[in-house]
């Protein structure tokens, strides 16, 4: 019979360990989960009272932790203890590309994950499921389980794959009413059971038809399979917008038109500045580099022009402010509405704005942002990271505002980098007013109305019309 769980562990509070587990114990109440991390800042955050200090941003996360926090629901910086406790164990810990070494800028870094292994088979004493919940390169089970079998006391671990397909911003929606759960395992006897204990903890509310189990390997690439397919939707509709504002067609009529034929569907063909986010970049290049391993090149390459497409829809935004303010946005104002890197997160990682305000700032643009949830020290963070410049010139060039009005006042250009739905809301005769002119918009979501601008006065260019 399968293991019933009772305890469960969460290496990793971040974006995805912290909403899955908030979830898995709402849903489970006669189920303790303890989520750890090494970062004390964050499990305090996540400890706060003040449930606006959650250390993430997502719609609807902080009535499902009010009602399970200290219940059945724990963060802690003790990972050795939730470890020895836990029947499973989820490893949701960063997994971001490498930045050195071979396979930089491609590969999957893979130390923390190492890291986390070492530790289990340090602490273990009883038998363990253990589950990747962070995205991973293909195989990577087996390395872990190499590592526990041959560090460990001797005690079982049996390891699933376990992707998680929630996107940012709809975390809560995608958890509580998810597609499917995918589970992946050793097709051996204790393989199945391991399986079988986790499909159960699932089970209490996903309906059994959308739980899916597999082997491991087809667990593990089909989260890099899915995240590529989407990605090169967008890269897709983002080439067509290229042609379309070449041609005069319209992108949003296109991508109406394509959507309605059932074998392509509506979803996911919103032009746009380019795609950001933890996991379409990091997935391809991910896909990229194993295909090479491998020795497909055609397929390397095949995969390797989403990202390309992306990276060119990006400098084209950028170029084409400049291109438009008359060749120079020297000392110019240039107000960026959004940071983050689609709408309803504070996540900023990967995101556009930052690539186009490192190619504005080479330009010597001076740029003011608004975004309604990501603060300065993360802004500036975000550009210190692409070491393109000394801190001090970073600081000097991107102001941030915690006013949007107070952000466009006096600007040359807006430029749209997210579609945070407030920006429709916003009063434009007021906003015009107070602009430079020609007052011109560069909207990179296609969110505002380019009618009702141009009718103000303003000089709209959109994407893909
Ligand atoms: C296609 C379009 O489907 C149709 O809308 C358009 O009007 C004309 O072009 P057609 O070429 O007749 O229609 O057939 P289709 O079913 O699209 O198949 C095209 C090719 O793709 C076939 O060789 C088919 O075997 C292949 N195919 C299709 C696959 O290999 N895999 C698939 O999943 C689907
Ligand atoms: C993605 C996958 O959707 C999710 O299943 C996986 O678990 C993690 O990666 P996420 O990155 O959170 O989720 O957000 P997603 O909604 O996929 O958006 C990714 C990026 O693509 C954003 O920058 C978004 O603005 C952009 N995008 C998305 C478009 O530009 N156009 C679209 O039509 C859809
Ligand atoms: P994701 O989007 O995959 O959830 P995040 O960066 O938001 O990524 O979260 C990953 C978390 O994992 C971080 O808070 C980091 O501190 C934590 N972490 C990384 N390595 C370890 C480790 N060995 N033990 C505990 N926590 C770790």
């Given amino acids: 019979k399968p293991k019933k769980i009772t305890s469960i562990c969460c290496i990793g509070a971040g974006y995805v360990g912290g909403p899955t587990m908030a979830v898995m114990a709402q849903k489970n109440p006669d189920i303790k989960v303890t989520v750890v991390d090494l970062n004390k800042q964050r499990i305090a955050d996540w400890n706060d009272s003040d449930l606006s200090k959650l250390p993430i941003f997502e719609p609807g996360l902080d009535q499902v932790v ?93 390891i699933l794959s376990n992707p998680e397909f929630l996107a940012e ?56 399979v899915a995240n590529a397919f989407l990605a090169q939707r967008v890269s897709s509709i983002n080439a067509i917008s290229e042609l379309c504002e070449a041609s005069g067609a319209n992108v949003e009529e296109v ?39 491998l020795g497909l090149t055609e397929v390397a390459d095949y995969w390797e022009q989403v990202i390309i497409m992306n990276n060119h829809q990006r400098d084209r935004f950028a170029n084409n402010i400049v291109s438009t303010l008359y060749n120079t946005v020297s000392g110019k104002k240039i107000a960026f509405l959004g940071w983050a890197f689609k709408k309803d997160t504070n996540d900023t990682r990967e995101s556009a704005a930052i690539y186009v305000a490192d190619k504005l700032i080479d330009e010597q643009a001076q740029i003011s942002v608004y975004d309604p949830k990501v603060t300065a020290v993360q802004m500036q963070a975000d ?83």
């Fill in 66 to 158: 009010a009602e399970a926090r200290g219940r059945n629901l724990f963060f802690s910086t003790n990972v050795d203890d939730a470890i020895r406790e836990a029947d499973m164990i989820f490893i949701s810990v960063n997994t971001p590309t490498k930045t050195y070494g071979s396979g930089k800028g491609m590969a999957a870094d893979l130390k923390y994950i190492e890291l986390c292994a070492r530790q289990i088979a340090q602490i273990a004493t009883t038998d363990k499921i253990v589950v990747e919940k962070s995205t991973l390169p293909v195989k990577t089970a087996q390395a872990i389980k190499s590592i526990l079998d041959h560090t460990g006391n001797g005690v079982k671990f049996q």
């Fill in 169 to 224: 911003g709809t975390a809560m929606t995608d958890l509580a009413n998810p597609d499917r759960v995918l589970i992946g395992g050793e097709q051996t006897e204790e393989g199945l059971k391991a399986i079988q204990s986790l499909v159960d903890v699932y089970a209490t509310w996903i309906p059994k038809a959308q739980i899916l189990t597999t082997n491991i390997w087809s667990s593990e690439l089909s989260k890099l």
């Fill in 255 to 293: 991508a109406k038109a394509i959507g309605m034929d059932s074998r392509i569907g509506p979803k996911f063909l919103k032009a746009s500045v380019g795609f950001g986010g933890s996991c379409f970049q990091k997935d391809i290049l991910n896909l990229v580099y194993i295909s090479k391993s």
């Fill in 383 to 465: 550009l210190n990271y692409l070491n393109t410049r000394s801190e001090a010139e970073n600081e000097n060039f991107v102001k941030t505002e915690t006013d949007a009005y107070k952000a466009l006042e006096g600007a040359h250009a807006i430029a749209v980098l997210t579609e945070w739905d407030e920006f429709k809301t916003y009063n434009w005769q007021r906003i015009y007013e107070s602009m430079s002119k020609p007052a011109f918009v560069f909207d990179g979501r296609n969110v505002l109305d380019k009618t009702a601008l141009e009718a103000i006065g303003f000089r709209v260019k959109a994407i893909g019309k």
